[in-house]
């Protein structure tokens, strides 16, 4: 029989050690395992970003024939410049780019401009259907990937919705004195937006703003616009591949091209896909990835067989390599802008304009 | 003849299925906290899958990845393949949720960061000689994840059948989440246990690491019940009680005690293959109709 000295005696023990262990629980939830300083889980897709902030919609009008002009409010929104963009986290999870084409100077609100893709991926349809005035959506950016160059004078060149990132662009050059001229394009008058303030824009010196409407006036002019710009200016353009691809085409000399593609996420056609080389900078070997094959593919075939991929479309993100060096047409639906800025998935995405990409492996 | 022949795993060749990841998402802007109304002790035990799984599912594809090399089967190397696509989207899946569990004021990541150190350091890769050390630790690891597979189509398995749940009137995109991801699991139920026999199988092994498993599994999920229910923000005292966890597999609102208890033995049985419990025609019946996995299929085929 114990005393009852050594029961009262366990018995306390055992109530110290109680109270002690769930303050520690309380304090540290699977004590005594650390935590791990930089926590991975919890930040969603959006990869837990600091830029990640929650807007309401509080203005929603038809800016034109199919393109919806969103006003997004929110307190402490960073500042931007002209040709930037932001990441639009769709109620379904997805994530598109859309340029700012609002005010910089309009501190409060982000605006931005969005045409409804019948055949597209269905974020556009997404964005037409489900945000409304008072909607919340989750926002990150806004990053600058198409940047307004210095320059003595301005060639601006827009198709259709790729206005949006021009817009800002026009109104910086006239505010600061700097002559531009501006071609913008588009299937209609009726479909283009922001026609009205581009209009009035051009102000009395009309020669500056060439609208072309495809139905009213057919193909615009390109060679002649170019060949009537001041040399060395900066040409910026933003809109469907192969109005920028006959822009770099019919380029003179002396002047330098900005270009953004409107769709960056959007897979091209396999008609545009161009071959490029792939080098494996630690195995020591290039490979050559043909038009209509994957990175991944190439890779597997060529030169390493044991490559991990999944999904092969650009979503599950097994096949994420680092880039080292190059150029790339990010294809995929998953990473992040600051992923993209040293990684790819080699799964869809390839070299852009078929130039060399150096990878880690 | 018969009596040795018992003691290997006896696969069920029919409810093999090819695998693929499917590219789903879900919107929980309308889910409530207690997303099983009025049951805050069932809803935050299924909770803790929403802590466990995206650090969990994420160290399964780093460890597979490094399995492939060594898999010199066709077929398996495929479902190997699928296999990581599918656990991919499970951890990002519930990833997903946890921001929404911190916008109603239950913020998981203090339990969170500390299942981060437990995936990435613990059972990380570690600084190993190549050659036998290092390939110990894979396989190791490897056995680990087909014992905790084990559970999860048993769990997979439950929630496809957990009609009480809708009964409840538990809320639907929870519940898309639940058994796409259940579904997914009986689907790919084989393949973890076809790779530790394919690389390993010792059966010492097997016991082994199920030990440590289930253990850690027992661990993680009551310090996951008592973090969420001692945290939320409704409930006064909230408490996390074994009285509570078997009401719930009475009310069929979570696994019975008695289902859980006889899952033991079926692993360690020697002639244990995971094809022998599950339906993986339900499974696929389900992933037919399922919202989300039917968004997926239509936004990766009709996408452009």
């Known amino acids: 029989m114990p005393r009852i000295g050594t029961v009262v005696a366990v018995g306390a023990a055992a109530l110290v050690v109680r109270r002690a262990l769930r303050r520690r629980v309380q304090a540290s939830p699977l004590w005594p395992l650390p935590a791990l300083d930089e926590p991975i889980s919890g930040r969603g897709r959006a990869g837990g970003r600091a830029d990640a902030r929650r807007l309401t919609v509080v203005e929603r009008t038809t800016e034109a024939e199919g393109v919806l002009r969103l006003r997004l409010e929110g307190t402490d929104l960073p500042a931007w410049e002209p040709g930037a963009h932001v990441d639009l986290v769709l109620p379904s999870g997805a994530v598109r780019q859309y340029s700012l084409c609002g005010d910089p100077a309009a501190r409060g609100s982000y605006t931005l401009a969005v045409r409804l893709v019948e055949d597209g991926r269905g974020g556009s349809r997404e964005v037409h259907e489900r945000l409304h005035e008072g909607t919340e959506v989750e926002v990150r950016g806004p990053r600058n990937r198409f940047p307004l160059a210095d320059s003595h004078a301005h060639v601006f060149i827009a198709g259709g919705i790729g206005i949006t990132p021009i817009l800002p662009m026009v109104r910086q050059a006239e505010r600061e004195g700097v002559p531009w001229r501006l071609l913008y394009g588009g299937r209609s008058r009726a479909s283009m937006p922001f026609l009205a303030e581009i209009e009035k824009l051009a102000g009395a010196g009309a020669d500056r703003v060439t609208v072309v409407a495809e139905d009213e006036d057919g193909r615009p002019d390109l060679a002649a616009l170019l060949a009537g710009a001041p040399p060395h200016a900066a040409v910026h353009c933003c809109g469907p591949q192969p109005l920028m691809d006959a822009v770099a085409a019919l380029l003179p000399d002396g002047l330098t091209l900005h270009t953004e593609r409107f769709a960056p996420a959007a897979p091209a056609p396999a008609g545009e896909e161009r071959p490029f080389e792939v080098e494996l900078r630690r195995t020591g070997r290039t490979v050559t990835v043909p038009a209509g094959t994957s990175v991944l593919r190439a890779l597997r075939e060529q030169a390493l067989p044991d490559l991990p991929y999944s999904c092969e479309q650009g979503f599950c993100g097994t096949c994420q390599q680092r880039v080292l060096a190059g150029e790339v047409d990010h294809r995929d639906e998953l990473l992040t802008d600051a992923e993209r800025d040293d990684s790819l998935l080699i799964c869809v995405s390839r070299a852009r304009g078929g130039a060399r990409l150096v990878l880690d492996l | ?304």
């Open chain 2, 1 to 304: 003849m018969s009596n040795k022949a018992s003691l290997r795993p006896q696969p069920v060749a029919s409810e093999h299925t090819p695998l693929k990841a499917r590219n789903v998402a879900f919107d929980w802007a309308d889910t409530p906290l207690h997303w099983i109304p009025g049951d805050p002790a069932s809803t935050h035990t299924i909770n803790v899958l929403h802590l466990l799984l995206p650090a969990g599912e994420r160290w399964f594809v780093h460890v597979y990845k490094q399995a492939l090399p060594y898999v010199r089967d066709a077929r398996l190397r495929a479902d190997v393949i699928g296999f990581i696509g599918q656990e991919a989207m499970h951890s990002q899946a519930h990833d997903e949720v946890l921001p929404h569990l911190k916008d109603q004021g239950l913020d998981p990541t203090p339990y969170t960061a500390q299942v981060d150190w437990l995936f990435e350091k613990l059972l990380g890769d570690r600084t190993l000689p190549p050659g036998r050390a290092r390939r110990w630790w894979l396989l190791e690891r490897i056995a680990l994840i087909a014992a905790i597979e084990h559970y999860t189509a048993f769990l997979g398995d439950w929630v496809l059948n957990a009609g009480a749940l809708d009964a409840r009137g538990a809320d639907p995109t929870m519940l898309d989440l639940l058994r796409w991801h259940g579904a997914e699991e009986v689907e790919h139920r084989s393949v973890a246990f076809d790779l530790f026999v394919h690389l390993d199988g010792g059966y010492r092994r097997r016991v082994r690491t199920w030990a440590t498993a289930f253990g850690a599994l027992v661990f993680l999920w009551q310090r996951g019940i008592r973090f969420f229910m001692e945290n939320d923000p409704t409930l006064a005292d909230g408490r996390a009680t074994f009285r509570e966890f078997l009401r719930g597999g009475r009310d069929g609102v979570l696994p019975t005690a008695g289902a859980m208890a006889r899952s033991i033995p079926q692993y360690l049985s020697r002639s244990y293959h995971p094809s022998q419990h599950g339906d993986t025609a339900q499974a696929v019946a389900y992933l037919a109709g399922s919202p989300a996995a039917t968004a997926a299929e239509a936004g990766t085929t009709g996408g452009a």
